[in-house]
């Protein structure tokens, strides 16, 4: 189902945005009204932050969550390698994915899990409140959703709140431009190569 909202957002996106001025590999949204704070969030050191704060770097926000079995790994490693493949200039490239699943992802799994992935990654995480304020004010789709007919029954409430189950979320990423103006939507199947790109122009200042 996932899918299906992903194209219609995509769609409903593309009607609203401004006419675009450059020519990107991914959809160019901007000018839409789309979520533009997680003052309410804290990286995973523990740190409040804001968008703001990261002026100047051209930052992907991505939500996701630890448990992820595949959509979520897969984009941090393409993201990893577009990291690698900018080179110095990925020193001006922020990428933050927020926790869907704030109930287990504790700031000492985000760590563990982004860095894994490149260091300079930082893992955002809110109470389930802000977690839904920001989903619906970056257009997100989540559903916890257990699997069909899967009824283990836990020995204790700890043991129920220690295991996740799977939830299903939009899956694309937003990328901010160095001023902090949302710019482009990445789809999960984009390549490293259209990512590489846009981030090059967005940071020569198209």
Known sequence: MWRVLVLCLCSGLLSCSE????????TNISGVEIGSSLAAFKDH????????????KAVVVFFGYTSCPDVCPTT???LAETMKR?????????????TVDPEHDTPEKLAAYMTAFNPSFLGLYGDLPATEAAARAFKVFVRAEPPAGHEHVHANANEAAATPIPIDHSTGSYVFDPAGKIRLYVRDEASTDAIVSDLQGLLTGL
């Open 86 to 98: 900018l080179g110095t200039e990925a020193e001006r490239v922020q990428v933050l994915m927020v």
């Open 45 to 56: 050191s523990g740190r409040a932050i804001t968008l703001d704060e990261f002026k100047g």
């Open 76 to 78: 941090l490693a393409r």
């Open 19 to 26: 006419p675009a001025q450059v020519e990107f590999r991914n």
